[in-house]
C-alpha cells in the first residue's frame, strides 16, 4: 500500500513552497503539498507520513502563517504518527536564531507524542546557535537549508533526505 505525504508548509518569499515542490517531485504521486496559509491544518489527518516545513523569520521568530495557527498545534493528534521537519534560515544574517522555528515546532511535536524523524547532520554549517539541535548538538532536528547563503546544495540535500526518509519511514 502506498502511503499518502502531506507536505505542509507555510511561506511568504516562497522559499519554503518552492523546498516543499521540491520534496514533492521527488516523493512523486504520493506526496500532497498543504499549504497552511490556504488550508489551514484541515484534512492533516489523512497524510500517513507529515513533513512540515517552516522558515525562521527575523530573530528566530515564527513565519507568520505558522504564528496564526500556532495554537492549533496540539490538537493535530499526531500521536504515533511519522513527522520529520526541513527549515530554511539564513545562517550568515542570523546565525545566532538559525532554524529557530524549526526547533520550536519540533518541540511542539515532540509534545504532540509524534513519531519525528529525518534528523541531519550539522557538517557543512556555519552558523552561531539554534533551536534546532539535538541534545548533544550534532545534528538537526530535520532538514536544515539556506536558500540565501547555500542554496547550489540544496538539491542534493533534499535528494539525500528524501532516500532517508524513504527508509526511516518505508516509503
Known amino acids: 500500500m502506498t502511503k499518502l505525504i502531506g507536505i505542509i508548509y507555510g511561506s511568504t518569499t516562497g522559499n519554503t513552497q518552492a523546498v516543499a515542490e521540491q520534496l514533492a517531485a521527488a516523493f512523486g504521486e504520493q506526496a500532497c503539498l498543504h499549504d497552511i496559509m490556504e488550508q489551514g491544518f484541515e484534512g492533516i489527518s489523512a497524510y500517513d507520513v507529515c513533513l512540515f516545513g517552516i522558515p525562521t523569520w527575523d530573530f528566530g521568530e515564527l513565519q507568520e502563517d ?15 504518527k511519522p513527522c520529520a521537519l ?13 532554524l529557530d522555528a524549526m526547533g520550536l515546532l519540533y518541540a511542539e511535536l515532540v509534545k504532540g507524542e509524534a513519531q519525528l524523524g529525518g534528523l541531519w547532520p550539522v557538517e557543512g554549517y556555519r552558523f552561531e546557535a539554534s533551536k534546532a539541535l539535538t541534545a548533544d548538538g550534532s ?13 547550489a546544495d540544496t538539491p542534493e540535500r533534499i535528494e539525500q533526505w528524501v532516500a532517508q526518509l524513504r527508509g526511516e519511514f518505508s516509503l
Open 66 to 80: 505558522w504564528a496564526d495557527l500556532w495554537p492549533e498545534l496540539n490538537a493535530l493528534h499526531l500521536k504515533g
Open 86 to 98: 526541513f527549515g530554511l534560515g539564513d545562517q550568515i544574517g542570523y546565525g545566532e536564531w538559525f
Open 139 to 151: 545534528q538537526f532536528v530535520g532538514l536544515a537549508l539556506d536558500e540565501d547563503s547555500q542554496s
